[in-house]
């Protein structure tokens, strides 16, 4: 199979999941401190969005 | 945060722990990419022995931080600097774990964090289908030194387990 992307590239599926996890390796290499935020975000979505009144959304600077 | 992870260096400090290491979510998440979860947990060698019959006392830890303010409960989190924490006792791997925790910075504060391999023996342990999601990020996300982890598993038993989830 294979899929229209951003910049009319055509892709398959599996160059897909490749990229992917490509940038999830990326993502692995953020420092700890930007993590962290980016959970925060996640936190106060699920806290939102996704109705999880339950979620404590933690203090950062 | 940062006033969070400087509150529990301060048990340290002050010694009414002996060590403690991050683990849990926020462990794996230093490793790897960010994810969602709800707490803090802080597994920690206590000052006193621990012995299997014995029950492990927190209580000198928790009335320090009451003092210090921090007295806000929702269910077995702590909330320190509006962070949600769990202290755990740290005994077997967990205890050793913590020993060879890697010395990291947040924002300029040192803390502890487990090793990718020590992680990787703890969530065996857990078993649950979330734990065994953060194994593999961490076995597909981050280095993993094979050779080590191998060591670890086969000495708390955990070889076999580790073979049926790869």
Same mark, same amino acid.
């Given at each position: 199979?294979?899929? @229209?992307i951003k910049d009319n590239e055509v892709i398959t599926l599996e160059e897909l999941y490749?990229?992917?996890?490509k940038t999830r390796k990326e993502m692995a290499k953020l420092p700890f401190e930007e993590k962290i935020r980016q959970l925060v975000k996640l936190q106060k979505l699920?806290?939102? !969005?996704?109705?999880? %009144? &339950?979620?404590?959304? !933690?203090?950062?600077s | 945060m940062k006033k969070t992870l400087e509150v529990i260096n301060e048990l340290k400090k002050e010694r009414l722990i002996k060590d403690y290491?991050?683990?849990?979510?926020?462990?794996?998440?230093? !490793?790897?990419?960010p994810f969602f979860t709800r707490d803090l947990d802080i597994f920690v060698i206590p000052i006193q022995q621990m012995t299997k019959k014995q029950i492990i006392s927190f209580l000198p830890v928790y009335n320090y931080l009451k003092n210090k303010g921090y007295n806000k409960w929702?269910?077995? !989190?702590?909330?320190?600097?509006?962070? #949600?924490?769990e202290f755990l006792p740290a005994e077997g791997?967990? =205890?050793? #774990?913590? %020993?060879?925790? +890697?010395? +990291?910075?947040?924002?300029?504060? %040192?803390? =502890? +964090?487990?090793?990718?391999?020590y992680l990787i023996a703890l969530l065996l342990i857990a078993g649950r289908d979330k734990d065994i999601r953060k194994i593999e990020m961490l076995? $597909?996300?981050? &280095?993993? &030194?094979? $050779?080590?982890?191998? %060591?670890? @598993?086969?000495k708390y038993n955990l070889t076999e387990k580790f073979e049926k989830i790869r």
């Amino acid at each position: 199979m294979k899929i @229209l992307i951003k910049d009319n590239e055509v892709i398959t599926l599996e160059e897909l999941y490749r990229r992917k996890e490509k940038t999830r390796k990326e993502m692995a290499k953020l420092p700890f401190e930007e993590k962290i935020r980016q959970l925060v975000k996640l936190q106060k979505l699920a806290h939102g !969005w996704g109705n999880k %009144k &339950d979620v404590i959304i !933690w203090k950062v600077s | 945060m940062k006033k969070t992870l400087e509150v529990i260096n301060e048990l340290k400090k002050e010694r009414l722990i002996k060590d403690y290491a991050i683990g849990g979510a926020i462990g794996v998440m230093k !490793w790897v990419e960010p994810f969602f979860t709800r707490d803090l947990d802080i597994f920690v060698i206590p000052i006193q022995q621990m012995t299997k019959k014995q029950i492990i006392s927190f209580l000198p830890v928790y009335n320090y931080l009451k003092n210090k303010g921090y007295n806000k409960w929702i269910g077995q !989190w702590l909330i320190i600097e509006g962070v #949600s924490v769990e202290f755990l006792p740290a005994e077997g791997l967990a =205890k050793e #774990s913590v %020993k060879n925790a +890697v010395e +990291v910075e947040f924002e300029n504060v %040192k803390i =502890k +964090v487990m090793t990718p391999e020590y992680l990787i023996a703890l969530l065996l342990i857990a078993g649950r289908d979330k734990d065994i999601r953060k194994i593999e990020m961490l076995l $597909n996300q981050t &280095d993993v &030194d094979m $050779n080590r982890l191998m %060591k670890i @598993l086969t000495k708390y038993n955990l070889t076999e387990k580790f073979e049926k989830i790869r």
